[in-house]
């Protein structure tokens, strides 16, 4: 699983606590890092599921991009995927 998120984020920090509780791995992309941003914000520009946080004003992170590739922003949804 990949992570797109940032360090100070407090659901992003959340979730890789308790991803690593539950020994779910994953790899965090940093969106500090420019590369990691303009990744995050093509795939963000793509797609419905971040209309409505779009419309909130805020970011989307964490986003999950799950092993068998589909993308989601609830948590549940990610634990549910790895029967946690």
Request: net charge negative; proline share 2%; aromatic share 10%.
């Amino acid at each position: 699983m990949i992570i797109y998120g940032t360090q100070d984020c407090s659901n992003c920090i959340s979730a890789k606590e308790e991803l690593d509780s539950l020994g779910i791995t994953y790899e965090f992309l940093d969106l500090a890092k420019t590369k990691n941003l303009k990744e995050f914000l093509k795939l963000r520009d793509s797609m419905d599921i971040y209309k409505p946080v779009k419309e909130r004003g805020a970011v989307g992170i964490p986003t999950f991009i799950l092993d068998d590739e589909s993308i989601t922003i609830n948590f549940d949804e990610v634990k549910e995927f790895y029967g946690a």
